[in-house]
C-alpha cells in the first residue's frame, strides 16, 4: 500500500509544531497553530491549569497522521472500487 498521504499529512503536522514551537510569542503563529491543530480545540478542557506543550505537540501530530491514513484508505478503497466495475 502506498501512504503518500499519510507521511505528506505528518510532515505536515510536524512543521505546524515546530513552526508553534520556534514562534510561538507571535499572535499570527499562535492562531493558525490552534485553528489547525484539532487536539488544541479540546487540550484545555482537560487540563485546567498546566499545558504541556510536548504532550499538545505528539498528540498534534498524531492526528495529522491519523487524517492522512485516512485518505489514504479512503483512496485504495475507491480506487479498488472503481476497477472492480
Request: aromatic content about 20%; hydrophobic content about 45%.
Amino acid at each position: 500500500m502506498n501512504y503518500k498521504c499519510t507521511a505528506l499529512f505528518t510532515a505536515i503536522g510536524a512543521a505546524l509544531c515546530l513552526i508553534h514551537y520556534v514562534g510561538h510569542e507571535y499572535d499570527p503563529i499562535y492562531m493558525v497553530f490552534y485553528a489547525l491543530s484539532v487536539p488544541a480545540w479540546f487540550y484545555p478542557i482537560f487540563t485546567y491549569t498546566n499545558v504541556n506543550p510536548l504532550l499538545l505537540y505528539v498528540l498534534t501530530t498524531l492526528s495529522w497522521t491519523v487524517i492522512g491514513y485516512v485518505v489514504d484508505r479512503f483512496s485504495v478503497y475507491r480506487r479498488s472500487r472503481s476497477s472492480s466495475r
